[in-house]
């Protein structure tokens, strides 16, 4: 539970003709919460053409850094994956599953580490046009319709990840950004109740490369919708994924972990402890203060475990 108290105490000046307000510090503390839902549903969406096995294996193996990151904050987690082929013999927007297997993993499927990593491997017999911002769509729509079943949730901060080495080639004629916020309410402190992420060619990068013999095609429409749900991109260039997924991580949890003051603070005055230890005013590991959402988020290392104990002192704002 969370409980807050703000002591305010009232003395008269000797001498004055007026009185005057001593506020002490106020105090927010509460345990292991988040500010939403620990419900994060987290959509994989794969480029299968010819070129990508090796992509795909490169993610792959840096699927236990993911996964332990998410469990180390006690989310409850919903993992789904479907291609970009949309083609009459593609997924079209369904979840990948190996046979006997559920269609999307949870933090209690047992082997779910090898499981996600097989399916992260969807091989490259895929179409050549890639339409990952339609089977975004086909798959969060089925998964409303029940075809995809239940994983995606109502309250849950919905996370989609593509992984593509060329330029989306999905219909011009819908709004991706719009149609995700209808599907997707905004969080109670006002940012987006979904996040896109991108590992793929970056513009402005001529070592990083679509095809052997020169073709490079960056993925500006999926960088547009990273950048709008403040998402990250990555280059699908680098020699492994590991810095690729921790930040993907790293933002998901910022975002999850985010604590809201039921009262403005003078920024200044903010302390932030957590199990008893001062956690630094910090972008990279430590605590930033929002001040448009009026709450506290935390970064990198300093980001709260499973049952931690947090407490934020500050003095209140527009009292004297």
């Known amino acids: 539970m969370k409980s807050v108290g703000v002591l305010i105490g ?44 090796k992509h795909q294996d490169l993610l792959a193996e840096q699927v236990p850094v993911f996964i332990e990151g998410l469990n180390a904050t006690g989310l409850d987690y ?51 046009v890639e339409r990952g911002r339609e089977a975004t769509m086909a798959a969060l729509h089925a998964a409303a319709g029940g075809t995809n079943g ?29 149609a995700l916020d209808a599907l997707k309410p905004k969080l109670p402190y006002g940012d987006r109740g979904w996040q896109a992420h991108f590992m ?16 490079s095609s960056p993925g500006t429409r999926y960088i547009d919708l990273a950048t709008a749900s ?10 492994n994924f590991l810095r690729a997924l921790k930040n993907v991580r790293a933002r998901v949890l910022e975002v999850v972990t985010e604590y809201p003051l039921d009262r403005k603070p003078v920024e200044k005055s903010i302390k932030v402890l957590v199990d008893g230890v001062e956690v630094p ?31 934020v002192t500050f ?3 527009g009292l004297k």
């Open 10 to 53: 009232m003395f008269a000046l000797v001498g004055c003709g007026a009185q005057q307000f001593a506020v002490e510090s106020g105090s927010e503390e509460f345990g292991q919460q988040v500010t939403y839902s620990k419900e994060v549903d987290v959509l994989w969406v794969v480029d299968t053409s010819t070129s990508m096995a």
């Open 281 to 311: 005013n910090d972008e990279a590991n430590g605590w930033t203060y929002r001040a448009s959402a009026n709450s506290i988020r935390f970064h990198g290392s300093s980001i709260p475990r499973a049952g931690a104990r947090i407490k």
């Open 78 to 128: 919903h993992i789904g994956v479907t291609t970009m082929d949309m083609s009459s013999s593609g997924a079209r927007g369904g979840l990948i599953a190996q046979n006997g297997t559920p269609k999307f993993l949870t933090k209690d499927t047992p082997n779910l580490i090898g499981l996600l990593a097989g399916r992260l491997r969807a091989g490259e017999n895929g179409s050549p």
């Open 150 to 178: 239940a994983f995606l949730r109502e309250n849950s901060l919905l996370n989609v990840i593509f992984l593509s080495n060329e330029e989306d080639q999905s219909s011009t004629t819908t709004d991706y950004l719009a």
């Open 200 to 215: 793929g060619v970056m513009p402005n990068d001529p070592s990083c490369q679509t095809a052997e013999w020169g073709f």
């Open 230 to 239: 403040g998402g990250t991109s990555e280059s699908i260039c680098d020699a």
């Open 315 to 317: 003095d209140p704002e």
